[in-house]
């Protein structure tokens, strides 16, 4: 009986560890970050506001939050806001995506992680089994990909300057307040596009982490 416990107690040991480490946060970000687009050479940044589509109008709140977690980013590469559209040089339009894929893993204390059962050409197949019932179903710490985009616009002309895309993986559970440094990222080689997709580390403050 101690052997058993011991068993099942490893694997719910490292779910908890891991909820640990997703609650404290990283110290750093490294993202994947996919920039396109030609600004003018000799261009400089100037002034912007933000252009919202129909759809996030109607979730002005929540856009409200995004666009702020993006003024750092836009600030630290030179652009500086202003309240009136006629008076910005550009507009920027940002968005962000979440994907959430939830695990699930199977474990037996006889026969390990799949059960009397294992993976084969075709779906899952019995290997035998014994008296009982004695696999479990435990979820695992789901797969998180977070994903910010931002796209600048010429106001007069409408052509798009400069196009950018930052995305993060990690386990645990998607938090808001990683995306201004998603946005830091995206915006990192600002007006470069480099090469595409690359990764980009951004440090995390200590009082943020």
Not at 89 to 114: C, K, L, M
Not at 178 to 191: R, S, T, W
Request: charged share 20%; net charge neutral; hydrophobic share 40%.
């Amino acid at each position: 009986m101690a052997r058993l416990s011991a068993h099942l107690c490893k694997p719910l040991a490292c779910v908890a560890l891991a909820s640990l480490a997703a609650c404290a946060g990283p110290q750093s970000l490294t993202s994947q970050v996919s920039s396109y687009g030609s600004w003018p050479e000799g261009r400089k940044p100037g002034s912007y506001v933000f252009e919202r589509l129909p759809s996030q109008q109607a979730q002005a709140q929540e856009q409200d939050k995004l666009e702020a977690a993006a003024q750092p980013a836009l600030a630290a590469a030179g652009f500086a806001q202003v309240a009136e559209a006629d008076k910005a040089d550009v507009t920027v339009q940002v968005g962000s995506r979440v994907r959430i894929d939830q695990r699930a893993r199977y474990y037996d204390p006889f026969w390990g992680p799949y059960g009397p059962w294992h993976p084969g050409v075709g779906g899952w197949w019995g290997g035998g089994g014994r008296g009982g019932i004695s696999f479990s179903m435990a979820l695992e710490p789901p797969y998180v990909q977070m994903t910010v985009d931002l796209l600048i616009r010429d106001r007069k002309g409408n052509q798009v300057l400069y196009e950018t895309h930052a995305r993060y993986d990690r386990l645990g559970a998607a938090d808001e307040r990683l995306l201004p440094y998603l946005f830091e990222a995206a915006m990192k080689d600002f007006p470069y596009h480099a090469v595409s997709p690359r990764e980009v580390t951004v440090i995390i403050p200590a009082d943020n982490r």
